[in-house]
């Protein structure tokens, strides 16, 4: 941002997010599109330290490729793992990446007032979006249907209250201002008198493999205190199960032929990596789907 522009300019200070070599397929495509479609101050990738030179041959100009070292001081993966257990012994690697992106957040050099992103890199932007609504300057969220009640167990058990929506944070990208993010830690650190990674796994009982959501945590706790300057999306396009399209083949015609389609209904898709591929059959009668509901919209 040039120093003439106005903040309304451009909203986002930061876009961020975490990967590792296994999504990287999904990276290459996303880093592209995030910089095309989402106008930032700065765009940050942060992976694991001994893939950063991977990293860097695969992503996008514009991006800064970061360690996870630099934000783990406080949640080292053996620090994690000595004090979780039942189902979320299997779970540090899952948990130790979600305070990484909080970390990030709230160690940043960024003010209290600046605004960022954090964008799943398993996820790619079809068209251009934007986070803060120009009309009111309210932070816009995207939402998700599931509930998923263990998330609010520990919330409840964190913050002293418990879901203050009916629908989930959970939307593979949240907005945040970087001082709520910064309080939250402090109202933990001040209820519990530990930090706050400490606070968040003495909660967490370990009767399921997810008990902690940075989302839902972060977003109730905006919610609560925030509520004012915040607002769920009117038209909220967005799809999860991109893979399902996709498979494993990620380029060529037949995949920017996929995202132009997709485009015309949603704002991104996610390429969880996890999901099973469609065959042509299910593929087309997809396609056509997304063509009619696009008519409808």
């Known amino acids: 941002m040039s120093a003439g522009d106005t903040p309304s300019a451009n909203p986002l200070k930061r876009v961020i997010s975490v990967c590792e070599a296994k999504d990287i397929a999904v990276w290459a495509i996303a880093s592209q599109r995030i910089v095309r479609h989402i106008a930032s101050d700065s765009y940050q990738l942060i992976c694991p330290d001994a893939q950063i030179a991977e990293f860097r041959a695969a992503t996008a100009p514009g991006w800064e490729i970061t360690g ?11 620090m994690i793992g000595g004090k979780v257990s039942g189902e979320n012994v299997g779970r540090v690697h899952w948990l130790f990446q979600q305070f990484i992106k909080i970390n990030a957040i709230a160690g940043s050099e960024l003010g209290d007032r600046e605004v960022v992103v954090i964008w799943d890199a398993d996820t790619v932007p079809l ?54 993010v910064r309080e939250l830690l402090c109202d933990v650190e001040d209820r519990f008198a530990v930090p706050y990674v400490e606070a968040v796994l003495s909660r967490l009982p370990g009767n399921s493999g997810s008990e902690f959501s940075e989302y839902e945590t972060i977003g109730t706790w905006v919610l609560r205190h925030h509520r004012d300057e915040v607002e769920f999306r009117k038209k909220n396009r967005w799809l999860r199960s991109g893979s399902s399209l996709f498979g494993s083949q990620l380029s060529g015609p037949r995949v920017t032929g996929l995202l132009r389609l997709l485009a015309m209904r949603y704002d991104f898709v996610a390429i969880e990596n996890w999901r099973r591929p469609m065959d042509l059959k299910r593929i087309k009668n997809a396609a056509w789907r997304f063509v009619k509901r696009g008519r409808r919209s």
């Not at 932070?139 to 989930?168: M, N, Q, W």
Request: with cysteine.
């Open 127 to 180: 068209r251009r979006i934007e986070f803060v609504d120009r009309s009111n300057g309210r932070i816009c969220f995207y939402h998700g249907k599931e509930h998923h009640r263990p998330y609010f167990e520990t919330i409840g058990s964190l913050l002293g209250f418990g879901r203050l929506a009916d629908v989930s944070f959970i939307a593979q990208c949240l907005p945040v201002r970087v001082g709520w």
């Open 68 to 78: 996870e070292s630099r934000y783990s001081a406080n949640c080292q993966l053996g």
